[in-house]
Antibody, heavy 116, light 107 residues
Framework: EVQLVESGGGFVQPGGSLRLSCAAS????????MSWVRQAPGKGLEWVAN????????HYVDSVKGRFTISRDNAKNSVYLQMNSLRAEDTAVYYC?????????WGRGTLVTVSS | DIQMTQSPSTLSASVGDRVTITCRAS??????LAWYQQKPGKAPKLLIY???TLESGVPSRFSGSGSGTEFTLTISSLQPDDFATYYC?????????FGQGTKVEIK
């Protein structure tokens, strides 16, 4: 059974940093792209970033470029999202997802709240 | 960026109704479109990919069609479990973009 479990969310002040983690199991992790997708409270879904199987190719939405960094550790079956210079508009539930061009499996999400 | 526009934003329907949701892309995306269902407090669930391919385990009352810039998601006979919000997503190009969502409510 495919499982994706996010952690690392929490409350942070504007300008602060957080690192999200996603532990994957139930599939051959190093054979799949992985993505992060977020959802602000009461709003729709926004794709944030994805990373190729070996980490050699990465894409970001413009609003996070230069502030967020996606990475992965295939030895630990994990994908990460380092979030710096956080803004109020980054407040959202962040979902880790398996990327097969579309997204076929999602984690339950972790809430990030950016507020003073 | 490719803009995805869903209509309607909210849809009120009864159990047994046939429901159709439309998703329009701001430029051609061939058939690189997926549909997701999301219930409150839960992660989205994949329903359809490549515009019309039903994900394994998804009931056959769900169907998708379209290509280019116009796509539809149809629920042939709405069931109580189907009241949720539905999103389309294009994966033709980066950044991947979602429609704003269509909430299917009980009439």
């Amino acid at each position: 059974e495919v499982q994706l479990v996010e952690s690392g969310g929490g409350f942070v002040q504007p300008g602060g940093s957080l690192r999200l983690s996603c532990a994957a199991s139930g599939f051959t992790f190093n054979s799949y792209w992985m993505s992060w997708v977020r959802q602000a409270p009461g709003k729709g879904l926004e794709w944030v970033a994805n990373i190729k199987e070996d980490g050699s190719e990465i894409h970001y939405v413009d609003s996070v470029k230069g502030r967020f960094t996606i990475s992965r550790d295939n030895a630990k079956n994990s994908v990460y999202l380092q979030m710096n210079s956080l803004r109020a508009e980054d407040t959202a539930v962040y979902y880790c997802a398996r990327d097969v061009s579309w997204t076929d499996y999602w984690g339950r999400g972790t809430l990030v709240t950016v507020s003073s | 960026d490719i803009q995805m526009t869903q209509s309607p934003s909210t849809l009120s329907a009864s159990v047994g109704d046939r429901v159709t949701i439309t998703c329009r892309a701001s430029q051609s995306i061939s058939r690189w479109l997926a549909w997701y269902q999301q219930k409150p407090g839960k992660a989205p669930k994949l329903l359809i990919y490549k515009a019309s391919t039903l994900e394994s385990g998804v009931p056959s009352r769900f169907s998708g069609s379209g290509s280019g810039t116009e796509f539809t998601l149809t629920i042939s006979s709405l069931q109580p479990d189907d009241f949720a919000t539905y999103y389309c997503q294009q994966y033709n190009s980066y950044p991947r973009t979602f429609g704003q969502g269509t909430k299917v409510e009980i009439k």
